[in-house]
Protein backbone atom coordinates (compact mmCIF):
# COMPACT_ATOMS: atom_id res chain seq x y z
CA UNK A 1 0.00 0.00 0.00
CA UNK A 2 1.21 3.29 -0.88
CA UNK A 3 2.20 5.82 1.93
CA UNK A 4 0.13 8.78 0.43
CA UNK A 5 -2.72 6.70 -0.25
CA UNK A 6 -2.69 5.35 3.70
CA UNK A 7 -2.24 8.93 5.11
CA UNK A 8 -4.58 9.58 3.66
CA UNK A 9 -7.17 7.24 4.76
CA UNK A 10 -5.99 7.79 7.89
CA UNK A 11 -6.71 11.21 7.40
CA UNK A 12 -10.34 10.69 7.19
CA UNK A 13 -10.86 8.34 9.35
CA UNK A 14 -9.55 10.24 12.05
CA UNK A 15 -11.64 12.86 10.84
CA UNK A 16 -15.06 11.30 11.00
CA UNK A 17 -13.74 10.58 14.66
CA UNK A 18 -12.63 13.79 15.61
CA UNK A 19 -16.04 15.19 14.51
CA UNK A 20 -18.36 12.82 14.93
CA UNK A 21 -17.46 11.94 18.80
CA UNK A 22 -18.34 15.13 19.76
CA UNK A 23 -21.42 15.17 18.79
CA UNK A 24 -22.35 12.48 20.28
CA UNK A 25 -22.57 14.30 23.13
CA UNK A 26 -24.48 17.44 21.74
CA UNK A 27 -27.46 15.40 20.08
CA UNK A 28 -30.38 14.22 21.69
CA UNK A 29 -30.27 10.56 21.62
CA UNK A 30 -33.32 9.02 20.30
CA UNK A 31 -33.20 11.07 17.17
CA UNK A 32 -32.55 10.51 13.64
CA UNK A 33 -29.65 12.69 14.27
CA UNK A 34 -27.88 10.28 17.12
CA UNK A 35 -28.43 7.25 15.27
CA UNK A 36 -26.87 8.35 12.16
CA UNK A 37 -23.87 10.00 14.32
CA UNK A 38 -23.04 6.82 15.47
CA UNK A 39 -23.09 5.47 12.34
CA UNK A 40 -20.59 7.78 11.16
CA UNK A 41 -18.26 7.27 14.13
CA UNK A 42 -18.30 3.68 14.12
CA UNK A 43 -17.34 3.91 10.29
CA UNK A 44 -14.50 5.80 10.89
CA UNK A 45 -14.00 3.40 13.75
CA UNK A 46 -13.48 0.74 11.33
CA UNK A 47 -11.81 2.86 8.78
CA UNK A 48 -8.90 3.30 10.86
CA UNK A 49 -8.61 0.03 12.08
CA UNK A 50 -8.93 -1.41 8.54
CA UNK A 51 -5.77 1.20 7.24
CA UNK A 52 -3.86 0.29 10.03
CA UNK A 53 -4.29 -3.82 9.57
CA UNK A 54 -3.83 -3.24 5.90
CA UNK A 55 -0.49 -1.44 6.56
CA UNK A 56 0.55 -4.00 8.96
CA UNK A 57 -0.39 -6.83 6.47
CA UNK A 58 1.70 -4.67 3.64
CA UNK A 59 4.91 -3.67 5.80
CA UNK A 60 5.43 -7.58 6.25
Do not use: Y
Not at 8 to 35: C, D, K, N, R
Request: proline share 3%; hydrophobic share 60%; charged share 10%.
Amino acid sequence: MSGDIARAGLLIGSLMLVTGIPLLFVVQPGTAESVITGFTVLAGLIFVVAIGIALRLSRR
